[in-house]
């Protein structure tokens, strides 16, 4: 309950809002994500402590206040991957308006914001796009050369899409950039704003404003790393000030988010969920996080059975391969699909996900690859090759035969991008087909392929 004078406060201020809209600068960011049912909702984040206006239709009013302006606090140093008590970062201020059915025209600030068709028919997929700082993995943040989110961006955002899918992993900014290392100095570190902005919302400014966005999250954002950045600007569900990463006593809560469908018209949809806390390695008896997969799962199950065509979307793949090389010998080792959540999947389904998944789009490792499987499994897609130092371990043409990236499946194509960065679009070509294109940074087609249902099979098997 609010105390009479602040209640009258905040009365007057919406009165005020309502009298005079704000003006100020633009926000820092502003964007439509889609949520559960595919649901659209203008974001913006702003350094700026009130929310912008919004314009629907006509009607001008301002945005409702997501996460209150103030600094993104720090966590303890034993519950951050990186602590740096000096990581400096200005406030910030996350809006948004959930837009209502049938809106056709919206702007933020006298920005227009893109609002999905009827039938979604031509997607973007990017991942992995942040510039890394961390440990001893330094990317030259302030070369484009080096870090080419913002060419990326900008090149997927000439190619006109319908909807932009983000696989996962925003935030890589954790750690400061060395004194010797002029390529990243100067360049923001740490969980908050600055961060943030200069990892994801500043380069991602022309595709933010090209098409609206579905949005997975990574383990970059699970919550002793940018998941207090993740609740407050990305994630598609509703805000929880008491389970937002910020106290890790509610991670148990804020690690976790419930999947969600996103129609894209004709019988198809897309299916996000959320791997952020998986582990590589699996999970020992008594793990929580067994509990909470294996209900994800049975989630996933049920809003698979919705549409006739399903396009799941999470970080970690689960039918791809990387590959790992031994610094001494030079040997180079497979691995195959997240253990965690082959291990919890795994015990639901044989093929991990429920019968009715076609696709699998993921990122997590940083490259592009295809699979395809003679077996029932799903066609999967890597698309972690957005920004983000790449992986340059090269995949075989042709796995050592007996090697199978999930349990059981038998592979029958693969096709793989080593140390090319660049962004992948799918174009619906029938109910159940679709185009892809494998672009380089400036938007030239290195490789196309062509899914039929739950099978794929590309041109070039290796760029
Ligand atoms: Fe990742």
Redesign the pocket.
Known sequence: MLHPILRSLAVASVLAGCASLPSGPPPAAAFIVLGEDGAPIARAVTTAPTCPAITIDGRTTPMAVRAPYGPIPLRGKDQSASFHADAVSRPVLSCETALPAGARQVGVAGQPLPLPPAEVKRIVVIG?TGCRLKGKEFQDCNDPQAFPFARVAASAAAWKPDLVVHV??FHYREDPCPADRPGCAGSPYGYGWDAWNADFFAPARTLLAAAPWVIAR???ESCNRGGQGWWRFLDAHAYDPAANCDDPATDERADYTDPYAVPLGASAQLIVFDSANTNWKGFKPGDTRIAHYTAMWHKVDALARRQRYNIAVD?HPLYAFGAIQDARTGAITLFGGDAGLTQVFGALDARLLPSTIDVLLS??VHLWEQTSFSSDHPTQFVAGFAGTAEDIVPLPQTPPAGQAPAPGAVLEAMSSWIDGFGFMTMERTGPDTWRVVVHDRDGKERNTCVVEGRHSRCAVLQV
Do not use: E, S
């Open positions: 992995d996962g992993d990574g383990n970059h970080h990122g997590h």
